[in-house]
């Protein structure tokens, strides 16, 4: 595991800070679900996959709220815009009563 992560039952850490951890499920008992920072839980998941899955949450950030971003296209990728023409103005009748 990079970034000398270390799991402890199941919950995961980074130099002796707690970055992440696993819970068995209530209904199913052979799976788990990673505990999320708000407190939220993950889709059910077989242990291993559970351990890699909040392993390398930890190891992108995810754990700490930040989330990856694609990268913003280039501008050649944008097509040149048109001119705009002023819009005609409408406006409401009012009807007297």
């Known amino acids: 595991m990079p970034e000398n992560l270390v799991w402890n039952g199941t919950k ?11 819970v068995q499920d209530k209904t ?3 799976m ?5 920072p708000d ?9 291993t996959r559970a351990k890699d ?3 390398a949450m930890a190891t992108t950030g995810e754990r700490k709220g ?4 694609a990268a913003a296209p280039p501008a050649s990728y944008f097509p040149p ?3 705009t023409q002023p819009r005609a ?5 009012s009807s007297a009563a």
């Open 12 to 22: 995961l850490y980074r130099s002796k800070r707690h970055v992440g951890e696993i």
């Open 28 to 30: 199913y008992p052979s």
């Open 32 to 36: 788990w679900r990673i505990m999320r």
């Open 39 to 47: 407190g939220s839980l993950s889709d059910m998941l077989n242990p």
């Open 53 to 55: 899955a909040c392993a």
């Open 66 to 69: 930040r989330q990856s971003r």
């Open 81 to 83: 815009t048109l001119p």
């Open 89 to 93: 103005e409408i406006t409401a009748l």
